[in-house]
Nanobody, 126 residues
Framework: QVQLVESGGGLVQAGGSLRLSCAASGRTFSSHAMGWFRRAPGKEREFVAAISWTGGTTYYADSVKGRFTISRDNAKNTVYLQLNSLKPEDTAVYYC???????????????????WGQGTQVTVSS
């Protein structure tokens, strides 16, 4: 069992930055791939970024590539999402998710993940 708690959301002006954190409980964090998803008002949840259990491979949605960076610190059981050059359309609740590492898992799919956090609100004003 993995429990996830996000933090770091808030209100920021367009062009600003935030760093989201997702702290995981449990001793098996390092064997889990991690993802960030977001849900904007009135929209479906969408993939943002993901990172392999080693941290060696990362994936990004086209809409955030070059602006957001995902990273992890397995010693701290934490995954991060650095959000730069924020736009009003980045406004959403951001969720982190975890899945036991395995072959053939598509990290861009929300259905691949077993554990989810409660989310943290990011609001970008224009």
């Amino acid at each position: 069992q993995v429990q996830l708690v996000e933090s770091g959301g808030g209100l920021v002006q367009a062009g600003g930055s935030l760093r989201l954190s997702c702290a995981a409980s449990g001793r098996t964090f390092s064997s889990h791939a991690m993802g960030w998803f977001r849900r904007a008002p009135g929209k479906e949840r969408e993939f943002v970024a993901a990172i392999s259990w080693t941290g060696g491979t990362t994936y990004y949605a086209d809409s955030v590539k070059g602006r957001f960076t995902i990273s992890r610190d397995n010693a701290k059981n934490t995954v991060y999402l650095q959000l730069n050059s924020l736009k009003p359309e980045d406004t959403a609740v951001y969720y982190c998710a975890a899945v036991q590492a395995g072959v053939g898992i598509i990290l861009q799919r929300s259905s691949s993940y077993d554990y989810w956090g409660q989310g943290t609100q990011v609001t970008v004003s224009s």
